[in-house]
């Protein structure tokens, strides 16, 4: 299997590509080659990179490096690469440019090659699809009608995996993340980021700010929950999508409030101490255009699609996979 | 108040056009200028054209063809030029140039004039922007997935409008409006024309195929309700649409079977002899895509949209309005 990662040094495109190798070297997927593609510096946090994966810096708004990408016929194109939220907010022509220009740049390079040439595209979409006013579920009928230019980017890009799959120039599916929590590393310019902040700093020691109200909802999965899913999409039967390519994923709805409750429980008062509350106007008009519902998740789950069951269950996978297993040199 | 109709050739823009110029004479619409533009021989049915009318041919699918009709600021903007939904599917790259690229050139065009510009863009989707199955009765929340490449590329336009409109480069209004029947004149490649074939031809004492099934079912509302709506639009208090700026119209659900009776109730059984059967298996699939449930529309409803009150009236509105109130030659 020929495998391409577009926008494969973001987050998650290095944690896919570190999962499919060890699948690879568990023998549980057979990967000839994986291609990752990138804008930035293409990196791995692989410690020894197999022969069989490469590593390319381009960027995908020009339409000709997405006719090369896809000359090679991969037979899996992950689609990860975003500008992500807060990005496309402030600068409405990038997020526009990269999330819907350059998305169609690459089904057009499929669909340029779609003769004899029928490849899984794996598209990642976000809970940002949604905006309120929500009932009190949401199910996989409620409409998407997001308030922030990045959701609807991603719709667009839904709706155009659910076009070009109906029409037979490639076989697409779309998984909508939740949140990623607890995201590891710096913070990037996803305005979902504080949901992160406050609990990855202070197992770090660090103090973190608070900048939105404690009643702001969100729904999370942790990293190894959308790798888990990203790879599950590799082998669902398609055909049981009908129209609608794309699924919202499990996820686990928590407010910053139960987040905090479940940090105290895993870490204890002086962890949560580190958190100071410091309410940011702007960053609150952000979060407000969320605030979700539960979503039942019912045709991912029916699928096979999977997350954590708690938010504790995030926490502490977060501890066991980026702190070695401790709070502050303790052992959990 | 200076109107651009962008694709004022059609048979709604032509029909609007005739109407704003009624509603100027009248003066209950204060009209400076109105500009027809289309990309198609520009003429209009109108007998005395008024000076304040003015007719370009122009091909939006050009950037600046777009910058130049907005650089006159026109206070409103109706966008109704598309490619029908037979054609977007037949030709996918014309369907895309004109339904999706075209409507963000004239968006992005207005978008480039934004400082201390603000017009109202009231654009016109469809009911096509949803796809089964359907639930028994379609609410406002209902999730838009349409099986069309038209239907896709309507609800990419929807979206935009609520992008555009929340970032305050102009104050739009979209109307999902339902088939067009009685379609005057001859057929064009809308999938829908069958809906109205059957009425309009045997009214005109003309033979009719029906090409698809009589339980399939669909939405209607006369040409005069869509006209009325476009401009009951102009007027509509936008703060009250939220983020959520397209609006499905209320209309008539009827099947072709329901349809018929109706016709046979004003017009008698020999007007109905005129309607001969032959499946034609490509329409049939077509209308399938469709085959929708009926719609509260409350939202529509709630702001003084209408439509006709049953299958019946808009016959007769179409015999009063096209036939001169007879069905041949005799009154009705």
Redesign the interface.
């Known amino acids: 299997m020929k495998i391409l990662v577009v926008g494969g040094n973001g987050m998650l495109g290095r944690k896919l590509i570190a999962k499919l190798i060890q699948n690879s070297i568990d023998e549980t997927i057979d990967i000839e080659t994986i291609t990752s593609v990138d804008v930035g510096s293409n990196q791995s946090e692989i410690n020894k990179i197999p022969t069989q994966v490469k590593f390319v810096t381009a960027d995908i708004t020009n339409f000709k490096v997405c006719q090369q990408l896809i000359s090679n016929k991969p037979d899996v194109i992950f689609h990860l690469a975003a500008v992500v939220s807060g990005e496309a907010e402030s600068n409405?022509e990038i997020g526009y440019r990269v999330n819907l220009d350059a998305t169609r740049n690459i089904f057009e390079a499929i669909r340029a090659e779609s003769n004899h040439y029928y490849p899984r595209v794996i598209f990642t979409s976000s809970a940002a699809v949604y905006?309120g006013p929500f009932?009190e579920l949401i199910d996989?009928?409620?409409?998407?009608?997001?308030?922030t230019?990045y959701g609807?980017q991603k719709?667009?890009g839904e709706?155009?995996v659910?076009?070009y799959s109906?029409?037979g120039f490639f076989n697409g599916i779309g998984l909508r993340l939740p949140t990623i929590c607890v995201r590891p590393g710096k913070p990037n310019a996803a305005a979902s980021g504080v949901f992160s902040n406050i609990i990855r700093e202070p197992l770090a020691g660090q103090e973190a700010i608070l900048t939105v109200s404690k009643d702001t909802r969100m729904v999370f999965a942790s990293p190894q929950s959308a790798v888990d899913n990203l790879i599950h999409a590799l082998n669902v039967d398609t055909t049981l999508l009908g129209?609608?390519r794309t699924l919202m994923m499990p996820g686990i709805t928590a407010t910053i409030e139960e987040e905090i409750q479940a940090l105290r429980r895993v870490a204890g008062d002086k962890i949560v101490a580190l958190i100071k509350e410091s309410i940011d106007p702007r960053a609150q008009k952000f979060v407000e255009n969320w605030n979700f519902s539960p979503f039942t998740a019912d045709r991912a789950k029916g699928l096979g699609f999977t997350c954590e069951q708690s938010f504790e269950e995030i926490i502490i996978k977060h501890i066991n996979n980026e702190l070695g297993g401790e709070i502050l040199g303790i052992k959990l």
Do not use: A, K, M
């Open positions: 409405f905006g009932p996989d009928e409620y409409i998407l009608q997001p308030t230019s609807i719709v667009i709706l155009l659910n076009d109906r029409l129209n609608r």
